[in-house]
Nanobody, 123 residues
Framework: QVQLVESGGGLVQPGGSLRLSCAASGSISSINSMGWYRQGPGKQRELVASITSRGRTNYDDSVKGRFIISRDNAKNTVYLQMNSLKPEDTAVYYC?????????????????WGKGTLVTVSS
């Protein structure tokens, strides 16, 4: 059974920083991509940042230069360091793990989603 556990959300003032973490657990043999999405009030879910198993990153233009995504393959964990936060960054942030394979599982990868963690940027 694969589980994703997110942490690090909360309330922060504009200009502040937060660090999100998402750890995948279970009988995991490999993970292709890991990333973060967010859904703000009245908005659709959107990609914030992603990172491949080889460390190639991709960012939404709105967070370039402010957010940094990283991953620890040994721990099956992805991080999102969020700096210079703005009120428009307020959203529920969801962890996404793409192409996850398990020992003894199917030969194809499966995508998983975390339950989400709320980030509120407000003074």
């Amino acid at each position: 059974q694969v589980q994703l556990v997110e942490s690090g959300g909360g309330l922060v003032q504009p200009g502040g920083s937060l660090r999100l973490s998402c750890a995948a657990s279970g009988s995991i043999s490999s993970i292709n991509s890991m990333g973060w999405y967010r859904q703000g009030p009245g908005k659709q879910r959107e990609l914030v940042a992603s990172i491949t198993s080889r460390g190639r990153t991709n960012y939404d233009d709105s967070v370039k230069g402010r957010f940094i995504i990283s991953r620890d393959n040994a721990k099956n964990t992805v991080y999102l360091q969020m700096n210079s936060l703005k009120p428009e960054d307020t959203a529920v942030y969801y962890c996404n793990v793409g192409g996850l394979r398990t020992w003894g599982g199917p030969p194809y990868g499966i995508d998983y989603w975390g339950k989400g963690t709320l980030v509120t940027v407000s003074s």
